[in-house]
Structures are given as structure tokens and as C-alpha cells.
């Protein structure tokens, strides 16, 4: 006989199976194999329960990830929580040996030893002694034959002190010879701190150096008056290359000359250490002969230079050779721009600052630049002062 499968109320109706006996899960947990009640279980203590708890998340899915740093963090703030921080420990940073200026200190030490100095004199007292049978050779040939026609004026300004002017007269020689282009006597660089007007004649003897240098290099003291029409008797007008230091000769092949001969007067300014010292032969030539055969003194100072030799010869020879003479070129701008640390403590700084700034405008103060005097000093850059010159010459 069939029956309804989806009774319309909560009884049973005749035709309907039985149902199952309702069966409690307690019961069904509680009840034994033999069909008796098991003994009751002891309740679990606070650690049992914390025990169970950890395991339970260790076994989880990524429960290790969530748990070890939150363990982490409660055991260092339960460390912290134990240290006191009233007392910082102090770091004291020793600066390395030799990076600080400690002369005067040293020169007290030594002092004694100095005095105590009965040294024999003998090899110092012939140093003015010219060898036997010793003559000076010149190694650098003039040039006989005549030039080429000038490809153009070439105009420098010597900048910096006495020696970077020398250097780049020398420099100049060379690069008008390489381009066979005439140079104009060159200009000195009226300097912020040196304040020197001094022309090249001033310095040098302007009309040995022409004739000198006339099979090598043209050279004259004025730039023909229809050149200078074309720029309205104006300096400023004449095109300057600003070169970087130390660039090679063959960059003032590829790129000065194709100007020169466009313009026929070209400025370099400003021109020390513009040229590299790894030059071909005929360049560097050129510049021996001009600094070793072509740049004399000019009278005044030849006339006091010689009395200063001579004054030197015979001090030393009346005191057993035990006379130098120093030239200390410890001088402000010098001093400033070796950016060292002597003993002057603050004022120091300050005018040593100031120094900077005014010669050089914000070279040493431009963003990214560090300054370390310390190893400035440790490498052997800092020039020496007075007392550290006299200290090695006794």
C-alpha cells in the first residue's frame, strides 16, 4: 500500500513507518563497550587548559604565523619592561692617530732631543758646492725654420697664484703651437684675495719671451686693429671656451680649432690646468721651452733674487751650513682651501669659512659635498705650518 513521503504535520500517520528512537549525544559518548556509565572525568587545571589552547592553534593552518610574532612582541616587552634606561652608556669616538693637529705638543716633546743635537755639519755645508767636471746640458732644441700661416688669435687668462700662472703661460705656448694659431701676450687674473695688478710685464721679460719663442710659436702684445673691429674693441664680445681641467690636446684639435678658424679670435678663460700632462712629445716640447728657456724674470726681481741667493751662500758658509732659507706659503687663501683643522679652535673656523666663501662662492658649501679634514690630514694634504717646518729643519 503506498503512503504519503511528506506528512502535512508533525504526527504520523497510520500508513507512515515508525521513527527512530531519539538518541542523545551525551549518552551515546557516555555509554560504555559493556553498555555502563564510564566513571566521571577530573576537571582540567589552568595550565592543561593553556596547553591544550597552544597546541590547538600551533596545529591550525598558518597558526605559526599569526602566533610567533605576537610572542615575539610580548616577550620583548616583558624584557623592557625589566631594564632601566636612567643610565645611557657613554661612546667616546677617539679620532685616528695622525688625523689631528698636535705639532706644538710634539715640538715640546722633542725639544730636548733638538738642543741635545751635536750632529756633524759637513754634508750641509756642501751643498752649495758645484761637482767637478759638472756642466749643465741644455735637452731642448729651437725650431729654425719659419712658421706656417697663423690659423687665428688665441686669448688666455691665466688665473690662481704665481706657479698656476707660470703653468699655464707654459700651457698656452703649447696649445697656440699645436694649432699654429698666434697667442696674445697672456693676461693675469686680477684674484679676489691676491689683489695683484701686475701685468706680464711686470713679472716676466715680455720681450725676451716673443723673440725666444719666434721660430716656434707667434706671439704678440696686441691684437690688430682690424680683428678687433669686427667686435667693437670689446674683449667680451670674442667668443670664450670654457674647457674643463686637464682635457687632452686632441680635444682642442676636434673642437677649439674648427672655431679659431671660424672666428680667428677665440678666449680660454679661465685657463689653469687645462691641458693634460699626457701630451705627445712635440706638445710637451713646447712647453719646456717655454718654461725653462723662455720665461725669465723681468730685471727688478731678477736683482732681488740674486741678492737672496747670495745672502743664502754666505750665511751658510759662516754658520757651518746650518742656515735655511724657507719660503712657508702658509698663507689664508691656501690654508682655507686645504679645508684642514689646525689649533684655532672656533674663530678659526669662522675666518676659515669666511675665506672660502668669498674666493671660491659656494664651492665647498654645495649640497652633497663632505669635508673631512681628518683625512685630509692622514693623507698627507694639509700644508705645514711654521712650527712643523722648522721642527724638520733642526
Not at 719663442?213 to 670674442?238: A, T
Not at 691656501?334 to 669659512?353: L, N, P, Q, R, T
Not at 698627507?380 to 711654521?386: A, E, Q, W
Request: proline residues 8%; hydrophobic residues 35%; charged residues 25%.
Amino acid at each position: 500500500m503506498a503512503y504519503n513521503r511528506l506528512p502535512s504535520s508533525g504526527h504520523n500517520s497510520p500508513s507512515s513507518p515508525p521513527s527512530s528512537p531519539l538518541r542523545s549525544p551525551r549518552l551515546r559518548h557516555s555509554r560504555s563497550k559493556g553498555g555502563r556509565f564510564s566513571p566521571a572525568q577530573p576537571p582540567r587545571t589552568v595550565a592543561q587548559r593553556l596547553a591544550g589552547l597552544l597546541l590547538s592553534v600551533l596545529l591550525r593552518r598558518q597558526g605559526i604565523f599569526l602566533f610567533a610574532p605576537l610572542l615575539y612582541i610580548s616577550g620583548m616587552l616583558f624584557y623592557m619592561g625589566t631594564v632601566s634606561f636612567d643610565v645611557v652608556p657613554i661612546i667616546n669616538h677617539r679620532p685616528a692617530p695622525g688625523s689631528v693637529y698636535r705639532s706644538p705638543q710634539l715640538y715640546a716633546k722633542l725639544r730636548p732631543e733638538m738642543d741635545a743635537d751635536n750632529s756633524t755639519s759637513d754634508a750641509i755645508s756642501t751643498i752649495w758646492k758645484r761637482p767637478k767636471d759638472y756642466e749643465w746640458r741644455a735637452c731642448i732644441n729651437k725650431s729654425t725654420g719659419g712658421l706656417p700661416e697663423s690659423n687665428g688669435y688665441i686669448y688666455i687668462e691665466a688665473n690662481g697664484g704665481l706657479n698656476q700662472q707660470r703653468t699655464s703661460i707654459c700651457n698656452a705656448v703649447a696649445v697656440a703651437g699645436y694649432l699654429n694659431a698666434t697667442l696674445l701676450i697672456p693676461n693675469f687674473h686680477y684674484h679676489s684675495i691676491w689683489k695683484d695688478p701686475s701685468k706680464f710685464e711686470d713679472i716676466y721679460d715680455e720681450a725676451y719671451f716673443i723673440s725666444t719663442l719666434e721660430n716656434d710659436v707667434r706671439i704678440v702684445d696686441k691684437i690688430p686693429e682690424y680683428v678687433m673691429e669686427r667686435f667693437d674693441h670689446n674683449l667680451s664680445n670674442v667668443y670664450n671656451f670654457r674647457i674643463k681641467a686637464w682635457s687632452p690636446i686632441q680635444y682642442y684639435k676636434d673642437t677649439v680649432l674648427p672655431k679659431l678658424l671660424e672666428e680667428k679670435f677665440i678666449r680660454i678663460s679661465p685657463f689653469a690646468n687645462r691641458l693634460s700632462f699626457d701630451a705627445p712629445p712635440e706638445v710637451q716640447r713646447l712647453r719646456c721651452l717655454a718654461n725653462y728657456e723662455a720665461l725669465r724674470f723681468s730685471n727688478p726681481i731678477l736683482t732681488i733674487g740674486e741678492a737672496l741667493v747670495a745672502r743664502m751662500k754666505e750665511r751658510s758658509a759662516n754658520n757651518s751650513g746650518k742656515y735655511v732659507s724657507v719660503h712657508l706659503r702658509f698663507e689664508e687663501d691656501m690654508v682655507a682651501f686645504s679645508c684642514c683643522v689646525f689649533d684655532g679652535g672656533a674663530k678659526e673656523k669662522k675666518d676659515m669659512d669666511a675665506a672660502r666663501e668669498i674666493g671660491w662662492k659656494g664651492k665647498f658649501t654645495k649640497p652633497g659635498r663632505v669635508i673631512r679634514p681628518g683625512a685630509f690630514r692622514l693623507n698627507g694634504k694639509c700644508p705645514l705650518t711654521p712650527l712643523e717646518v722648522i721642527s724638520f729643519a733642526l
